[in-house]
């Protein structure tokens, strides 16, 4: 999997990481693939929230301690 653009989102709450996410896929091209990076304990589900809001493909969600990484696909 290609990554197109990279987001450290760590020490930001919810819901900056969120905003910073919106913002960064916006400028993307449609299928341009997004890896984010968070430590807000709410990320998972708020990125799952925010992929089905939107209509962005949530690619993968995984954990590894304290962080969190979300890749998403621009739709």
Known sequence: MHIHQELDTSGLNCPLPILKTKKALS???SGEILRVRSTDPGASRD???FAKQTGHVLLE???SGQEFV???QRK
């Open 27 to 29: 400028s993307m091209q």
């Open 47 to 49: 990125f799952q929230a």
């Open 61 to 63: 969600n995984s954990a």
């Open 70 to 72: 979300f890749v998403l």
